[in-house]
């Protein structure tokens, strides 16, 4: 059991990973925003939960909310392309500028290990047929570019009592209590559900995928790790790689069976800009920590269906929370100062 400190733990990726967290007996130390919402509300009150509303720029809140932790896991960013595009200065601002400061904080705290989640858009367009960690990086955008620099300052600061980890995983779906319907997988199923249409743009990229439950379960075992498996290490995180189109046909077929009362989902093709493409291979983290993803895009969709059944995602398509970029438009978020 740890004293963890989680940047972004209201995020997609973290409020479905608190929980486990907790589940687990570890202390929780939420570091974030919350330009989302209060996505943890129904955690309120759990033993052992702690949430600051902090800025990852405010190096004064950061040093004082890390103080007694033990592990980080530092998801905090502005996510995907669009999103980090719409305001660059911010972005460079969160992704990148306050990432060496959060480092020695976390090295003068006292810290054992941190956990970073890099991203496998460093990789950039390959046609590799396998893209392993020893892949040449070739990020195409500033989001993926800063993503690759920060992996170094990181592993940089190894030492016998501080552990250093990036992993590098594929594109997240399924339902999170944080939302998000702007990632592929995610898209996909809500334009089905709610429109019975598909659109696809290009269609012969590849992606790799990975469900936001073995993503997480990740992030909870590594805690667990012995620091000399994990020390210096970089690992790709992913489970099926596909192409743009398969994942609307797989899409498709899923919501077709769970709503037959919806009739057959179109897709339509569309062409697009958007050239990156590449197979992400994970199997040096499943000989060296064990870690295999088990859940498929299916079980994905099937998972986000039944959120649908039950209510949980209400105005999917046009609620500012669900999207990234929808809601730092709409919203004043803080500028990059």
């Not at 995610?186 to 990229?205: D, E, H, M, S, Y």
Request: hydrophobic share 40%; net charge neutral.
């Amino acid at each position: 059991m740890s004293h963890v400190f989680l940047t972004g733990g209201a995020g997609y990726v973290g409020a479905a990973l608190v929980p486990k967290l907790l589940a687990r007996g570890h202390e929780v130390t939420v570091f974030d925003t919350y330009w989302y919402g209060r996505v943890l509300a129904a955690l309120s009150g759990a033993h052992g939960l702690h949430e600051v509303v902090g800025d990852l720029r405010d190096r004064d809140a950061v040093k004082r909310a890390i103080t007694g932790c033990d592990a980080v896991i530092h998801l905090a960013c502005i996510s995907n392309d669009p999103s980090f595009e719409l305001d660059p200065q911010l972005g460079k601002s969160i992704n990148f500028d306050c990432f060496e400061p959060l480092v020695d904080a976390a090295v003068a705290a006292g810290v054992r290990r941190f956990i970073y989640a890099s991203s496998s858009s460093v990789y950039g367009i390959s046609d590799a047929p396998d893209v392993r960690e020893d892949h040449p990086l070739a990020p195409l955008t500033d989001y993926s570019r800063f993503k690759a620099e920060c992996e170094p300052i990181l592993l940089a600061r190894k030492s016998k009592t501080f552990a250093p980890f990036v992993l590098r995983p594929a594109t997240v779906c399924g339902p999170s209590p944080r939302m998000r319907f702007d990632l592929s997988v995610n898209i996909l199923t809500n334009l089905a559900i709610n429109r019975g249409k598909i659109t696809v743009f290009g269609g012969t990229q590849l992606r790799p995928n990975i469900h936001i439950e073995d993503v997480t379960d990740l992030y909870a075992d590594l805690l667990d790790e012995r620091e000399a498996l994990i020390s210096g290490r970089t690992f790709n995180a992913g489970y099926q790689n596909q192409s743009i189109a398969d994942l609307a046909r797989i899409v498709a077929s899923v919501v077709e069976h769970e709503f037959p009362q919806r009739g057959p989902i179109t897709i339509e093709t569309t062409p697009t800009d958007d050239l990156r493409s590449y197979r992400v291979n994970s199997e040096a983290i499943a000989a060296a920590l064990g870690f295999r993803a088990r859940r498929t895009i299916e079980d994905a969709v099937r998972d986000l269906c039944r959120g649908f059944r039950a209510g949980r995602f209400p105005q999917s398509l046009d609620d500012p929370r669900y999207f990234n970029v929808k809601l730092m438009k709409d919203a004043a978020l803080p500028t990059a100062g």
